[in-house]
């Protein structure tokens, strides 16, 4: 679905962009300019394309409505290598007057939250596609970071009576990952008197095969793999070639589409991916519902994931500025943001730091030789 929602709003973009670019100049603070920045090429392409397009139909029914008090909202994308990532944002913020920098890709955060020229024009970094941890007081996260996911992740798969499960980290997490979370288990287990579990930690370094040789004689009935979607697929499908067939937990960042591929047939285990934002296609909260008809109403698509984080990060963007009058800009609207607000039965909370969000919940993925 990523994919096909990609192509329907390539052109959308592509001309939002031109005639922000064109007319921001003359628009002043009549409009809203916010500015996504992804990395070309990069492992975040799509998903981030449909973030923005659930950010975009938010957007529009905003716009339908007036805007935020009356001022409009437009929408700039551009994709850029990481070394010109900081370079591209400036003249964002300069050339076409862009105030908020929303759903930049992972790989481009770093570079950006600690640029001295984005924060002294005071121009936040709002729902980055990171669960990366940042002390960046520039940086507003509606998700939670990726240890928060793996703890999450574990503690349900307990709830489940898993009791022997291995951790796989791979290369751009941090080593001391597994030791965190085996001592934090350690002190919830012996705080409620449980029996012991079996945690094995493993680091991919090189061949997912030589890897999975080691593991799968434990027999462990959950892996959680801690890395990108290829990492992922390539440590379930080594598994599967030794013989196991448990449950394979992956990140929020996973794309189901292209594991499932890269898994093949062979692979018949399943599939369990965490997911930040409740289910996109099911309407058990009010933002869920919302979603679901501004999506039908403005693309007639089906949601995502991708597209209810955007649309659930471009909400509270409206009702954060809304509350303050609307034509806030710079340093005001940064601490517009330090608010907290339910966007419709799902509630974000930057009050007490720049995590607005501890969700994580399991979603099981059909796999490919289901």
Same mark, same amino acid.
């Given at each position: ?58 957007? =529009? ?100 009576? &898993? ?8 290369? @751009? ?97 399943? &599939? ?19 979603? $679901? ?24 963007? $409206? ?5 303050? @009058? ?15 607000? =339910? ?28």
């Amino acid at each position: 679905m990523w994919q096909t929602l990609a192509r329907r709003c390539a052109c959308v973009f592509a001309c939002a962009t031109a005639v922000v670019t064109l007319t921001a100049h003359a628009q002043g603070n009549s409009t809203l300019v916010v500015g996504q920045l992804v990395e070309r090429g990069g492992a975040q392409a799509d998903y981030a394309r449909d973030f923005m397009a659930g950010a975009k139909v938010a957007f =529009d029914a905003a716009n339908l409505s007036g805007g935020i008090k009356g001022r409009r909202i437009s929408l700039i994308r551009r994709e850029v290598e990481q070394a010109e990532a900081v370079q591209q944002a400036v003249d964002m913020i300069e050339r076409d007057r862009v105030e908020v920098l929303f759903g930049v890709s992972e790989r481009l955060l770093p570079g950006l939250s600690a640029s001295p020229e984005i924060a002294r024009r005071n121009v936040p970094l709002l729902a980055p596609l990171s669960g990366a941890t940042s002390a960046s007081d520039n940086v507003w996260f509606i998700r939670p970071d990726y240890d928060r996911e793996i703890i999450a992740a574990h503690n349900r798969l307990r709830q489940f009576g &898993m009791r022997r499960i291995a951790l796989v980290t791979t290369a @751009g997490f941090d080593p001391q990952l597994g030791a965190r979370l085996r001592n934090t288990l350690a002190g919830a287990t012996s705080a409620k008197g449980e029996a012991a579990e079996a945690l094995d930690l493993y680091t991919l370094t090189g061949d997912p095969g030589e890897l999975a040789a080691r593991i799968a004689p434990t027999k462990p009935t959950a892996i959680i793999v801690a890395g990108d979607t290829l990492a992922y697929a390539s440590v379930g499908r080594a598994l599967a070639q030794h013989g196991w067939y448990g449950f394979l937990v992956g990140l929020s960042s996973v794309n189901p589409q292209v594991a499932r591929e890269i898994l093949g047939t062979g692979y018949s285990g399943g &599939m369990l991916l965490a997911q930040t934002v409740p289910n996109p296609a099911v309407g058990n909260t009010r933002i869920t519902r919302e979603h $679901i008809a501004r999506m039908k109403q403005f693309l007639d698509e089906p949601p995502s994931g991708a597209t209810l984080s955007g649309y659930i990060a471009a909400t509270y963007l $409206i009702q954060a500025m809304n509350a303050v @009058g609307g034509k806030v800009a710079g340093a005001e609207l940064r601490r517009a943001l330090q608010t907290r607000v =339910d966007v419709g039965g799902f509630t974000l909370d930057f009050t007490r730091g720049n995590r607005g969000s501890e969700f994580v919940d399991l979603n099981y993925i059909q796999g490919a030789g289901n």
